[in-house]
């Protein structure tokens, strides 16, 4: 595997995911009872933005580094972005990493509450190493090392019948990568059909996510939604247009929030107006 998430820490579509992972795990703890977390591919954890592969590639710039710079000079921004602020300026004091950007493993550490348990899965071993140092002994995150899906099989049901899974695979085999996307949230559901899915896809050419998303949702037993944001037309041949999420069992008032905090988001990743949002039900309720 040549993927390395470092290139690309803190670009629109990881602000995007990042954004829409605070605001499911805040959905899930207005309940007091516990729940589990799982980082099927968490990747190592925390990121250098100003020196290395994120410099390099300088795609931070234009989203961590812009988003959160236009956050502490807004006062009316969506409640979801301003924690998305929060939490990432919070985590950069508390590890005294000014210029650092932390993954999703390092967030939901943040974030979570002594009856949360969770588990953050990556394959890679030198990911692995480095996401286990990031981590540290006393997170509430334990790291493991394998594979993101297999684990998933054995960790579902959790006991506290509450849970949350993030699937953000690097779809470098773009087809494989689809695929077992949707088997392992078929699988996740046969296990335990409550369980909130996120699915992190990338948008190159429109047709084709909309023809995995029709695959997706056939036989779909939940409830579920694609929240997407683009920065380049969802055609064009910029490589990467879009960062989309498909969300099964999505919390309450979830798709009414994600359209005002996604065009939010957009207004400050795309300056120019060339991309979009769209927040649309691919199972249950239409909207
Ligand atoms: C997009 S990155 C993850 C980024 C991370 N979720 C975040 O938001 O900060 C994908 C990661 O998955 C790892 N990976 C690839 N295949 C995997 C698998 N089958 N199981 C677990 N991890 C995998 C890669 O090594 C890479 O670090």
New binding site residues.
């Given amino acids: 595997?040549k993927?390395?998430?470092a290139y690309?820490?803190g670009n629109f579509a990881?602000v995007h995911?990042?954004v829409a992972?605070i605001a499911l795990l805040r959905a899930l703890q207005r309940k007091e009872k516990g729940f589990l977390y799982v980082?099927?591919?968490?990747?190592?954890?925390r990121?250098a933005l100003g020196s290395g592969p994120a410099r390099d590639s300088g795609e931070a710039q234009s989203g961590a580094v812009a988003v959160l710079a236009a956050l502490r000079g807004s006062g009316s921004a969506p409640e979801e972005l301003v924690d998305y602020g929060a939490v990432i300026d919070t985590w950069r004091r508390a590890a005294d990493a000014r210029h650092d950007y932390?993954?999703?493993?390092?967030?939901a550490a943040q974030l979570l509450r002594p009856q949360d348990q969770a588990r953050a899965?990556?394959?890679?071993p030198a990911?692995f190493e480095a996401l286990r140092k990031a981590l540290g002994r006393h997170s509430r995150v334990i790291a493991e090392h394998?594979?993101?899906?297999?684990?998933l099989r054995a960790l579902l049901p959790p006991a506290s019948r509450r849970g949350l899974v993030?699937i953000?695979?690097?779809y470098?085999d773009t087809r494989g990568d689809f695929r077992?996307a949707i088997q392992a949230s078929r699988d996740a559901l046969t296990r335990f059909e409550g369980c909130v899915i996120a699915i992190?896809y990338p948008v190159k050419d429109a047709r084709d996510t909309d023809r995995w998303l029709q695959e997706l949702a056939r036989d779909l037993p939940r409830p579920a939604l694609a929240a997407e944001l683009w920065i380049h037309p969802p055609d064009s041949r910029a490589g990467l247009n879009g960062s989309g999420l498909a969300i099964v069992n999505p919390p309450y008032l979830f798709a009414d929030r994600c359209d005002i905090w996604q065009a939010a988001l957009r207004a400050l990743l795309d300056p120019a107006g060339t991309g979009g949002t769209r927040v649309v039900s691919l199972v249950g309720e239409s909207r």
């Fill in positions: 595997m993927y390395r998430h690309h820490a990881d995911k990042h992972l980082d099927t591919h968490a990747g190592r954890g990121y932390p993954g999703s493993p390092i967030i899965i990556e394959s890679q990911e394998g594979d993101g899906y297999q684990r993030l953000d695979a690097p470098e077992a992190w």
